[in-house]
């Protein structure tokens, strides 16, 4: 009866885990406009939206994207390979800032391409 309990206590922490997970990068995943706000190194559009709210890893860092837009604090890559990295997973990218400046057309042609 003791590992019935001991079961059932690690199932209601691992569920109160996830929902907080889940909270946390819902809030983390805000416009382009709060994205600069709260201090997000990198602010990435997508051509596409994400189906739903999700964290990617890409370049090292952890991703939070919602709709079109996506944010993730510093990385130690260059922001073009950084750029090259979430398009592999995403698809297209409109625009990259990388601490509020943006890659360059040709910039962003290569990290499409």
Same mark, same amino acid.
């Given at each position: 009866?003791?590992?019935?309990?001991?079961?059932?206590?690690?199932?209601?922490?691992?569920?109160?885990?996830?929902?907080?997970?889940?909270?946390?990068?819902?809030?983390?995943?805000?416009?382009?406009?709060?994205?600069?706000?709260?201090?997000?190194?990198?602010?990435?559009?997508?051509?596409?939206?994400?189906?739903?709210?999700?964290?990617?890893?890409?370049?090292?860092?952890?991703?939070?994207?919602?709709?079109?837009?996506?944010?993730?604090?510093?990385?130690?890559?260059?922001? /073009?390979?950084?750029?090259?990295?979430?398009?592999?997973?995403?698809?297209?990218?409109?625009?990259?800032?990388?601490?509020?400046?943006? /890659?360059?057309?040709?910039?962003?042609?290569?990290?499409?391409?």
């Amino acid at each position: 009866m003791t590992s019935i309990l001991s079961r059932a206590s690690h199932v209601g922490v691992f569920a109160a885990a996830l929902a907080y997970t889940g909270l946390t990068f819902g809030a983390l995943a805000p416009t382009a406009a709060e994205a600069k706000s709260n201090g997000y190194f990198y602010t990435v559009e997508l051509a596409q939206p994400v189906d739903a709210p999700t964290t990617t890893v890409a370049g090292g860092v952890a991703w939070a994207c919602k709709g079109t837009t996506c944010v993730a604090n510093k990385g130690s890559s260059r922001p /073009l390979r950084m750029c090259r990295e979430l398009q592999r997973e995403h698809g297209a990218i409109t625009a990259f800032t990388a601490n509020e400046e943006a /890659l360059d057309a040709d910039k962003l042609a290569q990290c499409n391409g």
